[in-house]
């Protein structure tokens, strides 16, 4: 058994690498790996325990949706704050509702049942969306609005999802109690998160270890504190930790960028055994029998609830008709729907899988059909920007205390005024120092005669704040 999963992780790191190439959401390659190891292709390992898979899940996703609000900087969620956050909460109550009545109409469900289907799949998928606006830039306000908002809209769908699986499954309370309890979930999980994104900093701080390792356990350790005494004051614990991620991206401790880079690769190890036991866990020989029901699912949720909901939520604000289209065309479904899709057959709603299968199958249309096809909207609507070269190469400042410097990376434009100057003539104040350049993927070592060309990558060690001081000894536009 450890062999074969040692080879599907490492089948799944280097797919990942080759689906970038042809475009295609690696949610889809995990999966597909997933399905030739399952039960239905070479049946190598045989796995159906969805309940196992729910609580498995929900503990990987505290460190993704925490990894996600980590990454979220706080210029950009100021510049979309109000629809990027008004699509994660409002819009995708207005999404499960609308999908809900449609899907209600079109295939003769329970009322009920239709919202439990509809709010399971309501959020989008902040890694595949960011994975997309990364590999294809948009102009404008619209990448920012669906990066803020893939990422902050998974625990309404959460929220949502348990109050009509709990409903369903007698456990319900009535309107007033669910309001009221739904408000203090959301407000109970932002003040936890932002308690403990303080007690984090504060702990960081004073840790001084010479060991990078413990303050990867520190965080992990807060993380899950972060989680279980939101439990305890009975709110939400995935916005909890997905409000304490954010508070904490955006302040300075010690060991910041090097805990970064562990949650990071905690989270996309996350996604990968993820995606692969959800693999191991669908059969795809059903698919055949629910393929009408979840075609008409995806087609609703594409072409009718999620363009309403987009268009109730940016009104009050300023997009282009471009800008709106491209919002509404960028809801690609990923991870937290499949999960949600086990709830469920944990509470004993599903016996037969099928809620999961035409969850299953919903998913991987919208990111075969959208995810595939943003960017190429993005151009065809004018809205899409080249694409920066990345470096093979990285510098990072790791301090064991709270550092006034920080290390920049600045992308030297064509009309940057510095452009075939030496770096003596800039003018840099003394503390501003630049520490290496990388030029046609080489590191070069600069010197005081060592002119500035078009394309270089500039590391930049700085204090924090100078950024604008750069920018201007640059001649940047």
């Given amino acids: 058994m450890i062999l074969l999963v040692a080879l599907l992780l490492v089948a799944a790191v280097f797919a990942a690498k080759m689906s970038l190439r042809f475009g295609i959401p690696v949610l889809v390659v995990f999966i597909g790996i997933g399905f030739i190891a399952g039960s239905d292709v070479l049946n190598l390992i045989y796995f159906d325990d969805a309940a196992l898979t729910k609580k498995i899940a929900d503990l990987i996703l505290i460190f993704i949706l925490f990894d996600g609000g980590f990454r979220t900087s706080r210029s950009e969620l100021r510049s979309v704050a109000g629809p990027a956050l008004s699509l994660a909460t409002v819009g995708v109550a207005l999404t499960a509702l609308a999908l809900g009545f449609f899907v209600h109409l ?229 991870a937290v729907p499949i999960v949600l899709a086990t709830y469920p057959a944990a509470y004993g709603l599903d016996p037969e899988g099928e809620v999961f299968s035409v969850i299953f199958f919903a998913v991987l249309a919208s990111c075969l059909f959208q995810g595939t096809s943003l960017g190429a909207l993005a151009r065809r609507l004018g809205l899409a920007m080249p694409a920066k070269p990345r470096s093979l190469h990285t510098l990072e400042l790791h301090s064991l205390g709270r550092s006034d410097y920080g290390m920049l990376e600045i992308p030297v434009e064509v009309d940057f005024a510095a452009c075939g100057r030496c770096i003596a003539e800039l003018g840099l104040d003394h503390d501003i120092l630049i520490s290496s350049i990388v030029r046609r993927d080489r590191l070069i070592a600069p010197r005081g005669d060592t002119r500035i060309e078009a394309g270089d990558l500039l590391f930049v060690l700085a204090p924090r704040g100078r950024d604008a001081d750069i920018a201007k000894a640059l001649g940047a536009p």
């Fill in 106 to 334: 079109a295939l003769g469900l329970d009322f009920v049942r239709a919202l439990m289907i509809s709010a399971i799949i309501s959020s989008t998928d902040a890694a595949a969306v960011m994975s997309i606006t990364r590999r294809n830039p948009i102009a404008g306000k619209a990448a920012a609005t669906l990066n803020v908002e893939s990422a902050a809209n998974d625990p309404m769908a959460i929220l949502l999802t348990l109050a009509f699986v709990e409903s369903l499954s007698g456990g319900g309370s009535g309107p007033l109690a669910f309001t009221l309890a739904l408000v203090w979930q959301l407000a109970g999980g932002i003040a936890v998160g932002a308690l403990m994104s303080r007690v984090a900093a504060w702990l960081f701080d004073r840790l001084g270890s010479e060991s990078r390792g413990y303050y990867d356990v520190l965080a992990v350790g807060l993380i899950l504190l972060a989680y279980a005494l939101s439990g305890l004051a009975r709110a939400n614990g995935v916005i909890a930790v997905f409000f304490m991620g954010y508070w904490l991206g955006n302040a300075e401790f010690a060991g910041k960028r090097g805990v970064g880079n562990f949650l990071e690769s905690l989270s996309a190890f996350g996604n990968i055994a993820l995606f692969l036991m959800l693999g191991l866990l669908a059969f795809p020989s059903r698919f055949v029998l629910i393929a009408g029901e979840a075609l008409t699912v995806a087609v609703l949720l594409i072409f009718v609830a999620r363009p309403l909901a987009v268009l109730a939520c940016t009104l009050p604000f300023r997009y282009t008709a471009r800008e709106r289209l491209l919002i509404m065309w960028g809801g690609v479904k990923g």
